[in-house]
């Protein structure tokens, strides 16, 4: 009766809606549960957060202010930081961070701490469903367990619990939480089928699979593919350049190959808050199975390399034009993790301009969406004066190809420059021998 019970409320949106985690998976998925009629609250701990949101103010840029005032006014959303709602809560969705420690092991401290506050509320009739990213085995061994520790409730019987992974691409305007497929994995099949059809009520398309093994695997598939090809596509761009070939000119004509084939292009290195991460997370649980992901491991290596790399050939580059790095101005053009957007997390443009410095050089940066830069260490402030900055220095390196730079200008004014993106394909003739790329 209790599964029935649940499902009809879930069916008339009656439940009543809680989101745990209100970054940019949980915000945007919590207005997308209100958005379909739902009453939603979100919870979380930092304070500043819950008060923007009743404040309509939004800080997650996937969520604009009118979007998040509409479901404020409404009343179908609201956020706090006391978790005592939860006992009239029927629905949770917990999207709390999983990065990694300095140790490169994961850092399961968020969702441990989420589970152990979700319990004392725990009520039949209730169901939950984990977002965050984590190694095959969490919702089983960790949440379910702090759920269920000082409780006789029965997961797949008095409540409900499974995995989702969130495939948010922050910036994307494309494929949004509504319209990007779930995939929905419980701990029993019951769990599966009330947490496909809560999901299913605001989401377009649920992929339900029969675990929540199964679902967190996936995700680690999804992003553990893309690590391994960037890792694979930027020793690629070493050995063409043992041999003096274009990689750039090689990846394009590899992609007009219309099957069988996946286009990924070289960089300075892997940044973001997914790549580099998730599947640590894999190679993490596996090395406690006795057992060595090798491809990740040897991916993680060439890719924590490449900071390097791009230095060396920076040194380089000055070297030949009898320029030594110690005490040259190099200006760094873009430093978030990737084109068109502000997110510096895990940015390889911080290694580079450690290791700059550390060699001697002078360091500026020019980033349209960073104006200041307060992290790893460093505080540093957006070269405002771009042309005279771009003339001043003794090289440009391009690290994150933001659309909306003057390439002409940069490659017009500059003396020398290192194209870590291609960014000047259309621009510097083949020949030219002051743009080197990678
Ligand atoms: N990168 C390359 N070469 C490539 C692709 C990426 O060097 O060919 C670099 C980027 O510059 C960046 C890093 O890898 O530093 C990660 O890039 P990404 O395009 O994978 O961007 P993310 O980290 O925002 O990945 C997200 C992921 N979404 C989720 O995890 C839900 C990923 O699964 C998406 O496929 C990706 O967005 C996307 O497609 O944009």
């Not at 103010?57 to 998040?68: F, G, H, K, P, R």
């Not at 401290?109 to 039949?124: D, E, K, T, V």
């Not at 190679?283 to 057992?291: A, I, Q």
Request: charge should be negative; include cysteine; glycine fraction near 6%.
């Amino acid at each position: 009766m209790i599964k029935e019970e649940l499902m009809q409320l879930i069916q008339q949106r009656r439940a009543n809606v809680a989101v745990i985690g209100l970054g940019y998976v949980g915000l945007p998925l919590a207005l997308t549960f209100a958005k379909a009629g739902f009453y939603v609250v979100g919870v979380d701990s930092d304070e500043e957060k819950v008060e923007k949101l009743n404040n309509n103010e939004s800080y997650i840029t996937d969520v604009s202010n009118a979007e998040l005032r509409k479901h404020v006014d409404s009343g179908r959303f609201r956020a706090t930081t006391d978790y005592s709602v939860l006992a009239e809560i029927d629905a949770i969705s917990i999207s709390v961070p999983t990065p990694l420690r300095k140790t490169g092991d994961p850092d399961m401290s968020f969702i441990a701490l989420a589970s152990q506050q979700i319990a004392p509320y725990l009520h039949r009739g209730m169901v939950i469903v984990l977002e965050s990213s984590t190694y095959p085995g969490t919702t089983r061994e960790l949440v379910l367990s702090n759920l269920t520790e000082n409780s006789d409730l029965k997961v797949g019987e008095d409540f409900f619990l499974a995995f989702s992974p969130e495939r948010v691409d922050p910036g994307r305007k494309d494929y949004t939480t509504y319209n990007t497929p779930k995939v929905v994995g419980g701990i029993t099949k019951n769990c599966t089928e009330v947490a496909a059809a809560w999901y299913g009520q605001a989401l377009e398309t649920i992929v339900p699979v029969s675990t929540s093994e199964v679902a967190e695997m996936t995700k680690l598939l999804e992003n553990t593919f893309r690590m391994i090809n960037i890792s694979m596509i930027n020793e690629m761009a070493i050995m063409c350049d043992r041999m003096d070939i274009d990689v750039w000119e090689v990846v394009d004509a590899a992609a007009t190959k219309p099957f069988g084939f996946m286009k990924f292009t070289p960089g300075p290195g892997l940044g973001g808050h997914c790549i580099p991460v998730d599947p640590m997370y894999l190679s993490w649980k596996m090395k406690t199975l006795n057992y060595t992901a090798r491809f990740i491991d040897l991916a993680s290596q060439i890719d924590s390399n490449m900071s390097r790399y791009v230095v060396g050939k920076i040194q380089d580059t000055l070297n030949r034009f009898k320029k030594p790095l110690k005490g040259s101005t190099i200006l760094l053009m873009g430093i978030a993790y990737k084109p068109d957007i502000n997110d510096l997390r895990e940015s390889p443009a911080l290694d580079i301009i450690h290791l700059l410095l550390d060699k001697g050089a002078i360091v500026g940066y020019h980033d349209p969406f960073i104006p200041e830069l307060h992290a790893a260490g460093l505080n540093m402030a957006s070269e405002t004066e771009l042309v005279a900055a771009v003339e001043k220095a003794d090289m440009v390196a391009i690290i994150t190809n933001h659309s909306k730079v003057d390439y002409k200008m940069i490659y017009e004014k500059a003396q020398l420059i290192f194209d870590a993106r291609n960014a000047l394909k259309d621009i510097a003739p083949a020949e030219d021998i002051k743009v080197v790329k990678l």
